[in-house]
Each structure stands twice: as structure tokens, then as C-alpha cells.
């Protein structure tokens, strides 16, 4: 089990803090305070791993006690979770070894994220005298990002359908399809799949190709690339 404090003066980030910790496996809040001096008496009486750390505080700010833990060699690991977005701040808690630097606001899917990673991290190190190399490479690898893009729903299409319609494609992967083919597969209509189809194809999620042959020409969909942009889709 990996223990937590959160060093936060906000009452209602803290709070959430909490709440976001309390639904990720492995991890377990052990102490809260609102300021530096706070988490000083937290440390000196609990055992602790990983600090969730705010940077602006009254009094000496987040930075100053993550110089000082590294000062007095402590072994407690920090991810910095502030508003502080400036480009120094940011690469002096990085030189001073902060396993991750999460800007409020932020999803609670980033947080997992990172408490995810470092419990992997956290996991491969436990208990261990030597370290592969491969298990090196999966510490320091970063994962890669999708760019995401938000797309506005038509007029006359739900968004519940179009990820619906989405959802099949996706488990077809890299191989091509028709129209039939996802009509039969979602019971809706060739008609309104077809509509999908070609918003899916304008917005360069699809690529279509127009296939001859016996009879009237068939039009073939694919996915258009092997790692597509993650669309983002609202009304």
C-alpha cells in the first residue's frame, strides 16, 4: 500500500484530492495539511511515500519543502498539484525530482494517470536489489498522447448513435467495411448509417473508397489511420 499526504490550503481541493485518491487501487491517505509546517509534523509522526503537493501556500510555499526533502535526502516521492503554470517553476520541480506536475484544473482521469504510473514505477522498485534494464525503460518511457479534438454532432444525428456507430468500427480495427456491414452490425438502417458514414469520412476519421464490380458500385470505409485522433464529439 502506497501512503499519501495531501499538502493543499485549499478545504475543497483538498477534499477532492481525497475523494480521487480514495478510488485508485494501492493507494491509501494517510495525513492532510494545509501548509509546510503542516506537513512537517504529518511526516515526523506517519510514514509516507508519495506527497500530493500544492505549490502557492501561506508562508513558504510547496517549492520550499520539496527543496528541502531533497536536502535532508528524505525518500518520499512528490507530484506537484498547483495553478502554478510558469515555465521555471515547472522545470525547477522537475531538476528537484518531482515525478509528475498535474495544472489545476485537471480531470480526475490525469490524476489516475499519474498515480497509475508512479504505482507501477513504485512496484517494479519494491523489494528489488538489481533492475533490469527493460524494467528502466518502462520507468522512464512516457506514454504517448493522443490530440484530441472536439467535434460539434449535426443536425438530425444523436450523439448516442454516432458513438454507438463508432464503437463497432473501432473493434474492426484497420479492416474495410460498408455500409451493410454496419447496418447488420448495430441494427440501425442503412439509410441513417450511411448519413453517419459520411460525417464520420468529412471530419477525416474514416477515408472511403468506391468499389467496382459486379452491380452498382460499392462504397468501402476504413479507419483512416492506425492511431486515430480521439474525437471529442457534443451537441
Known amino acids: 500500500m502506497i501512503h499519501v499526504l495531501i499538502v493543499e490550503d485549499d478545504p475543497m481541493v483538498a477534499d477532492l484530492n481525497k475523494k480521487y485518491i480514495e478510488q485508485v487501487e494501492g493507494f491509501h491517505l494517510v495525513e492532510e495539511a494545509s501548509n509546510v509546517e503542516e506537513a512537517y509534523q504529518c511526516l ?6 508519495l506527497v500530493l503537493l500544492d505549490v502557492y501556500m501561506p508562508g513558504r510555499n510547496g517549492i520550499d519543502l520539496l527543496k528541502e ?12 498539484i498547483t495553478a502554478a503554470s510558469e515555465k521555471e517553476q515547472i522545470q525547477q520541480s522537475l531538476r528537484l525530482g518531482a515525478v509528475d506536475y498535474l495544472i489545476k484544473p485537471f480531470e480526475f482521469e490525469r490524476l489516475h494517470e499519474a498515480l497509475k504510473k508512479y504505482k507501477e514505477n513504485y512496484d517494479v522498485l519494491q523489494d528489488k536489489r538489481k533492475v533490469s534494464q527493460d524494467e528502466l525503460d518502462q520507468i522512464f518511457s512516457k506514454p504517448e498522447r493522443q ?15 454516432l458513438d454507438h456507430i463508432i464503437q463497432v ?15 447488420r452490425d448495430t441494427d440501425i438502417s442503412r439509410v441513417s448509417v450511411r448519413k453517419y458514414l ?3 469520412k468529412n471530419i477525416d476519421f474514416l477515408e472511403e473508397t468506391l468499389i ?3 452491380g452498382r458500385p460499392v462504397y468501402q470505409y476504413r479507419i483512416k489511420t492506425a492511431s486515430p485522433i480521439d474525437f471529442e464529439f457534443y451537441h
Do not use: C, N, W
Open 69 to 80: 526533502l531533497r536536502g535532508k535526502d528524505e525518500q518520499i516521492d512528490v507530484i506537484l
Open 44 to 49: 515526523d509522526r506517519t510514514k509516507v511515500d
Open 169 to 183: 468500427i473501432r473493434q474492426k480495427k484497420q479492416a474495410s467495411f460498408s455500409t451493410e456491414d454496419i447496418a
Open 147 to 161: 490530440s484530441s479534438h472536439r467535434v460539434q454532432v449535426p443536425k438530425g444525428m444523436t450523439k448516442t448513435t
Open 198 to 200: 459520411k460525417f464520420l
Open 212 to 214: 467496382y464490380g459486379v
